[in-house]
């Protein structure tokens, strides 16, 4: 005779299909979107865990992977540093790079993916996927732009460089010579005081110009190691850290290794970042570090611990989910002081460096 048996399930809240209606906020539709299913509800998490980070004043640190910043996404991320929602980056330096086409009023265009790539490049013309980039105006003429920073702020370039401190005098030089610098989140960083790192420090075309730079007589000298430490101790210093991650690869990497890198490498005792977020399509049985999972990461040390109040996974393209969570963190949390990291650089790694 079998014993029936208490549902494991008696404490879930009941799903009840969610009406929509004319003129929802942002809230009105994460909410509903909460009382479903599937990634849905993961934004909806995602959502909210992004509030807290900014409530509970965490150090709250943007990876940008893929090329959504040459897609027109940087809006979104000049909006939350200005809000003083992100206190440091890590981006691709490609993405750097084509920022840099908005400032300057470059010719970026709206195209279909299905164009030919052969007739493409018959005219001169380059894509990413449905993005349109023309090869002289755009590219060549960034360039351009880009050796003439060098030579230009070459006396502030002096030394071995971490990457922040290269887009920071970047940033600096690009408000002050284009036409539209409210259109850059590297101006915008800059202004605010907010690191902007690279995932690689050769693997994009403002290093392909630094080779040619070097050769004119304006050598720029970039340490990887500086960046190893910089953005270790910066997480260090922080009394409670976020990381908001767009796309895995690189950036992911780089954000994350910082806890491994202060108690595995530096031997000091660190248990990794506080809370997490991620946006990306990477499959999980594949091994990439794209793909790897929150719990993965905690058996690294990268974060302290697993849990779904603290650790949110979305599984998606971060250009239809990352503006629904900028637009509701935005309408739900006030402004914040900018933290200015930059400014805080000596003391951050004087802590880092006392700790040893």
């Given at each position: ?7 494991y ?5 009941d799903i ?14 994460l909410?509903?979107?909460g009382?479903?299913s599937f990634?849905?509800r993961n934004?909806?998490r995602?959502a909210?865990?992004?509030k807290?980070?900014?409530r509970d ?8 992977a ?20 992100i206190d ?5 330096g490609?993405?750097?790079y ?9 010719p970026?265009?709206?195209i279909?993916?299905a164009?030919d ?5 018959a005219c ?9 980039i023309?090869?002289i105006?755009t590219?060549e003429?960034?360039d ?14 002096q030394?071995?460089?971490s ?5 920071f005098?970047l ?6 010579n284009s036409?539209?610098p ?7 960083a800059?202004?605010?005081?907010v690191?902007?790192f ?6 994009h075309s403002?290093?392909m110009?630094?080779?040619?730079t070097d050769?004119?007589?304006?050598p720029?000298?970039?340490?990887g190691?500086?960046?190893i430490?910089?953005s270790?101790?910066i997480?260090y210093?922080a009394?409670?850290t976020?990381?908001?991650?767009l796309?895995?690869?690189g ?15 530096l ?8 809370r ?6 990477a ?6 570090l794209s793909s ?11 974060y302290r611990s ?11 393209e971060?250009?239809v989910?990352?503006?629904l ?20 650089m ?6 880092l460096?006392?700790?040893r």
């Open positions: 005779m079998s014993l029936k048996k208490q549902s399930f008696k404490h879930a809240p009840i299909p969610a009406r929509y209606k004319r003129g929802s906020s942002i809230i009105e539709l909410d509903a979107m009382a479903t990634e849905a934004v909806h995602g909210h865990l992004f807290r980070m900014v004043n965490d150090t709250i640190w943007l990876g940008i893929g090329a959504g910043i040459a897609g027109g996404m940087g809006g979104g991320v000049i909006s939350l540093i200005e809000a003083g929602f440091i980056i890590c981006s691709t490609a993405q750097v084509h920022d840099l086409h908005f400032a300057f009023a470059l970026v265009k709206a279909s993916p164009a790539d052969d007739a493409l490049r001169g013309d380059t894509r990413i996927y449905d993005v349109g023309r090869e105006e590219l003429a960034q351009e732009l880009i050796r003439r920073f060098v030579r230009e702020r070459h006396d502030r370039l030394g071995a460089l990457s922040w401190e290269f887009n005098q940033g600096l030089w690009v408000a002050e036409p539209h409210e259109r850059s989140f590297v101006v915008a800059a202004r605010a005081g690191p902007i690279w995932d690689s420090l050769s693997n403002i290093a110009n630094l080779t040619r050769r004119e007589g304006y720029v000298v970039l340490s190691q500086k960046d430490f910089d270790a101790a997480s210093a009394n409670g976020g990381f908001v991650e796309g895995g690869g950036p992911k990497n780089f954000i994350q290794q910082t806890g491994p890198t202060i108690s595995q490498i031997g000091v005792e660190f248990e990794g970042a506080d997490g977020l991620q946006i990306g399509t499959v999980e049985r594949e091994g990439s790897c999972t929150f719990s993965e990461a905690v058996t690294w040390g990268k697993t849990g779904e109040e603290k650790l949110v996974q979305i599984w998606g971060y250009s989910i990352f503006p969570l900028t637009a509701f963190v935005l309408e739900q949390c006030p402004d914040r002081k900018t933290k200015r990291i930059i400014d805080q000596p003391a951050i790694l004087g802590k460096e006392g700790a």
